[in-house]
T-cell receptor, first 114, second 116 residues
Framework: AQSVTQLDSQVPVFEEAPVELRCNYS??????LFWYVQYPNQGLQLLLK??????LVKGINGFEAEFNKSQTSFHLRKPSVHISDTAEYFC????????????FGSGTRLSIRP | GAVVSQHPSWVICKSGTSVKIECRSL??????MFWYRQFPKQSLMLMAT?????????EQGVEKDKFLINHASLTLSTLTVTSAHPEDSSFYIC????????????FGQGTRLTVV
């Protein structure tokens, strides 16, 4: 079975500073990896996903993530954050199967300080 | 992108009553749908996976008689919380995947259930 670990429950960052949200996964088979963002009382919006190929994945809102198979990591980065990036961010993993469930990490709350 | 609509967005019910939450895929056929529960400031916990026309597969610890899931068509799945109690109050989110080969699941906007 797969699992996801988000090491940081909260990350405070000043506006326009860079940020990295960490994610590590565990699985005995090949997986897809995702980052989702959730604003208060809303559903989830997909930021980006890694399926195969290039290990550097670019997503919406200026976010990118890098898949590192040897370290089983998929950290999310943004070079310069904005107040509007304040939200909860979830890393998720899914095994290679269209019916495979998506398992979420515990989430990281990104708070941007002016 | 594909749209998943969840209804209602919020509901308040009395203890002991049942509540039905609908999840619809608006512009694609959802072969598989997932139901999640999210407690305040916590992650999404998968409750069950449902495939169209077959019984749902529940995760360990989730009471299938308490949380009834129906996936009668390729565009609609429902979650019924039976005999609701205050501890069932939570944020429920559905997601849907298109047919074989689909790598992404699309999420509804969630339903805030409050049992009083």
């Amino acid at each position: 079975a797969q699992s996801v670990t988000q090491l940081d429950s909260q990350v405070p960052v000043f506006e326009e500073a860079p940020v990295e949200l960490r994610c590590n996964y565990s699985s005995s088979v090949s997986v897809y990896l995702f980052w989702y963002v959730q604003y208060p009382n809303q559903g989830l919006q997909l930021l980006l996903k890694y399926l195969s190929g290039s290990t550097l994945v670019k997503g919406i809102n200026g976010f990118e993530a890098e898949f590192n198979k040897s370290q089983t990591s998929f950290h999310l980065r943004k070079p310069s954050v904005h107040i509007s990036d304040t939200a909860e961010y979830f890393c998720a993993v899914s095994e290679y199967s269209s019916a495979s469930k998506i398992i979420f990490g515990s989430g990281t709350r990104l708070s941007i300080r002016p | 992108g594909a749209v998943v609509s969840q209804h209602p967005s919020w509901v308040i019910c009395k203890s002991g009553t049942s509540v039905k939450i609908e999840c619809r895929s608006l512009d694609f056929q959802a072969t598989t749908m997932f139901w999640y529960r999210q407690f305040p400031k916590q992650s999404l916990m998968l409750m069950a996976t449902s495939n169209e026309g077959s019984k749902a597969t529940y995760e360990q610890g989730v009471e299938k008689d308490k949380f009834l899931i129906n996936h009668a068509s390729l565009t609609l799945s429902t979650l019924t919380v039976t005999s609701a109690h205050p501890e069932d109050s939570s944020f429920y989110i559905c997601s849907a995947r298109e047919g074989s080969g689909s790598t992404e699941a699309f999420f509804g906007q969630g339903t805030r259930l409050t049992v009083v």
